[in-house]
């Protein structure tokens, strides 16, 4: 069972929910460049939680779309 992840960077406090690897959606391959900072602490997430460093980032990625999303909607 995936449980909520709360990661504080600096002054911003991160909290967002890993995804079940079970349902594969369509998907495409692309590479990034990441310092070697930042590959660590995501590893290490990721051990943690038993699941995939792929599956760490983009449930970061989708978390800040959708927080960024919500904040969008509110400001109208």
Request: some cysteine.
């Amino acid at each position: 069972m995936y449980e909520n992840i709360k990661i504080i960077l600096g002054d911003r406090n991160m909290q967002f929910t890993l995804k079940s690897t079970k349902k594969k959606d369509n998907s495409v391959y692309k590479s990034l460049y990441i310092k070697e900072e930042l590959v660590k602490k995501i590893e290490e997430i990721a051990k943690i939680n038993n699941t995939s460093f792929n599956n760490v980032i983009v449930s970061m990625i989708e978390f800040c779309l959708l927080d960024d999303n919500s904040k969008d909607k509110k400001k109208k």
